[in-house]
Protein backbone atom coordinates (compact mmCIF):
# COMPACT_ATOMS: atom_id res chain seq x y z
CA UNK A 1 0.00 0.00 0.00
CA UNK A 2 1.26 3.36 -1.00
CA UNK A 3 2.27 5.93 1.77
CA UNK A 4 -0.69 8.53 0.26
CA UNK A 5 -3.35 5.40 0.29
CA UNK A 6 -2.39 4.42 4.14
CA UNK A 7 -2.48 8.21 5.35
CA UNK A 8 -6.02 8.59 3.85
CA UNK A 9 -6.95 5.11 5.00
CA UNK A 10 -6.16 5.89 8.87
CA UNK A 11 -7.61 9.16 9.24
CA UNK A 12 -10.74 7.67 7.59
CA UNK A 13 -11.33 5.65 10.32
CA UNK A 14 -10.43 8.37 13.09
CA UNK A 15 -12.85 10.48 11.58
CA UNK A 16 -15.64 7.34 11.53
CA UNK A 17 -14.53 6.86 15.19
CA UNK A 18 -14.69 10.28 16.62
CA UNK A 19 -18.43 10.83 14.84
CA UNK A 20 -19.76 8.06 16.26
CA UNK A 21 -18.14 7.65 19.48
CA UNK A 22 -18.18 10.17 22.68
CA UNK A 23 -16.70 9.45 26.03
CA UNK A 24 -19.80 10.66 27.46
CA UNK A 25 -21.64 7.70 25.79
CA UNK A 26 -19.52 5.01 27.08
CA UNK A 27 -21.03 2.95 29.68
CA UNK A 28 -18.02 2.24 32.42
CA UNK A 29 -14.99 3.48 33.76
CA UNK A 30 -13.24 1.26 31.79
CA UNK A 31 -14.95 1.67 28.46
CA UNK A 32 -13.78 5.25 29.08
CA UNK A 33 -10.57 4.29 29.27
CA UNK A 34 -10.65 2.33 26.49
CA UNK A 35 -12.24 4.83 24.37
CA UNK A 36 -9.67 7.49 25.77
CA UNK A 37 -6.60 5.48 24.84
CA UNK A 38 -7.83 5.34 21.02
CA UNK A 39 -8.33 8.65 20.97
CA UNK A 40 -4.23 8.93 22.24
CA UNK A 41 -4.02 6.51 18.87
CA UNK A 42 -5.97 9.16 17.09
CA UNK A 43 -3.41 11.92 18.33
CA UNK A 44 -0.40 9.31 17.07
CA UNK A 45 -1.70 8.85 13.87
CA UNK A 46 -2.37 12.64 12.75
CA UNK A 47 1.45 13.23 14.07
CA UNK A 48 2.63 10.29 11.74
CA UNK A 49 0.66 11.62 8.77
CA UNK A 50 2.33 14.78 9.05
CA UNK A 51 5.45 12.70 9.24
CA UNK A 52 4.83 10.77 6.15
CA UNK A 53 3.52 14.17 4.29
CA UNK A 54 7.00 15.37 5.07
CA UNK A 55 9.20 12.64 3.91
CA UNK A 56 7.26 11.50 1.45
CA UNK A 57 6.16 14.83 -0.01
CA UNK A 58 7.03 14.08 -3.68
CA UNK A 59 4.49 11.23 -3.83
CA UNK A 60 1.12 13.47 -2.25
CA UNK A 61 -0.07 15.93 -4.83
CA UNK A 62 -2.07 19.16 -3.70
CA UNK A 63 -5.12 17.70 -3.80
CA UNK A 64 -3.84 14.65 -1.64
CA UNK A 65 -2.34 17.23 0.71
CA UNK A 66 -5.70 19.49 1.00
CA UNK A 67 -7.43 16.42 1.95
CA UNK A 68 -5.01 14.96 4.72
CA UNK A 69 -5.24 18.83 6.32
CA UNK A 70 -8.89 18.81 6.01
CA UNK A 71 -9.62 15.65 7.39
CA UNK A 72 -6.76 16.11 10.41
CA UNK A 73 -8.75 19.81 11.08
CA UNK A 74 -12.25 17.95 11.21
CA UNK A 75 -10.68 15.26 13.75
CA UNK A 76 -9.31 18.22 16.03
CA UNK A 77 -12.23 20.39 15.70
CA UNK A 78 -14.51 18.17 16.75
CA UNK A 79 -12.32 16.86 19.87
CA UNK A 80 -12.08 20.29 20.61
CA UNK A 81 -15.81 21.08 20.63
CA UNK A 82 -16.47 18.34 23.03
CA UNK A 83 -13.68 19.32 25.46
CA UNK A 84 -15.20 22.77 25.66
Not at 1 to 8: E, K, L, P, R
Not at 46 to 71: C, G, P, W, Y
Amino acid sequence: MDIVNYCHEELDKALDYIRHNKAEDQVNFQDAGFHQKIIDGIRGDIKLAHKNMLNHIDEFSKEDIKIVLEKIVEIEETLYKRNE
